[in-house]
């Protein structure tokens, strides 16, 4: 069994990396890893701070995770040094306190898989998948207080957050080494025309707002806004 997460310990407590692909082979079935990964989690007590620097990986694995950490009796610091991508930017939501480096990025998107079959088989994936998104984005959810509807536009979208955008947006709680203490109140860039988008129209007073869509052209969303006001 090849290993992607190592544990190290010294004065101020123990330390989990989790580096590279979460799991090379589906958890879905196995027994044997997600015990051990328990197993070494909770073999000592205290605080611990989790550093993650992963483009993702397989969803159950992530999941169970997620659900250790989630249930682990101490405070748990989630460090995003590198990336924090798919399922590892679930992993990230079990943070008691999640900080990212200022070079950090956290990227969520649509669950993928590969499906073969006749149209009843890819019906059912389909159904599978939109399951899977829902899960996910209650792990979103949870965390940043966004609502669902905003949630599920920024994975379709499949957007990436630096770090200023995500403390922003709650997907994390602070920038590490910023001495701001107001990191929430700095608007920061992303890749992806939704948040904007959202970003302006959360600025208004809570009205009935139609839906925006990333395809939606300037002309039509300053018409859409001046109808707002």
């Not at 580096?19 to 589906?26: P, Q, Y």
């Not at 993702?56 to 995770?65: F, K, L, P, T």
């Not at 839906?211 to 018409?223: F, H, Q, R, V, W």
Request: include cysteine.
């Amino acid at each position: 069994m090849k290993k992607f997460w190592n544990w190290t310990k010294n004065e101020e407590g123990r330390t989990l990396f989790l580096n590279g692909v979460i799991s090379d082979e589906t958890w879905y079935g196995d027994e044997v890893t997600p015990k051990i990964f328990k197993d070494e989690l909770n073999i000592g007590d205290g605080d611990i701070v989790v550093w993650i620097n992963s483009p993702g990986g397989d969803c159950i694995a992530a999941s169970q995770i997620y659900n250790m950490l989630m249930e682990y009796k101490g405070s748990v610091t989630v460090k995003i040094d590198g990336i924090a991508a798919s399922a590892a930017s679930v992993i990230a939501m079990a943070g008691t306190e999640v900080q990212i480096s200022p070079t950090g990025l956290i990227m969520i998107h649509n669950p993928l898989t590969i499906a073969y079959g006749d149209a009843n088989e890819m019906e059912k994936a389909k159904a599978m998948l939109s399951e899977v998104k829902e899960s996910i984005i209650n792990a979103y959810e949870l965390r940043t207080g966004l609502s669902r509807v905003m949630l599920s536009h920024l994975m379709d979208e499949e957007t990436w957050f630096n770090a200023k955008k995500a403390v922003e947006l709650g997907f994390a709680d602070k920038i590490m080494f910023s001495k701001n203490e107001d990191e929430k109140e700095i608007e920061g860039l992303s890749f992806s025309n939704m948040v904007a988008i959202n970003s302006i129209l959360n600025k208004f007073p809570k009205k009935e707002i139609p839906i925006i869509d990333a395809g939606t052209s300037y002309e039509e969303l300053n018409k859409r806004l001046n109808l707002i006001k």
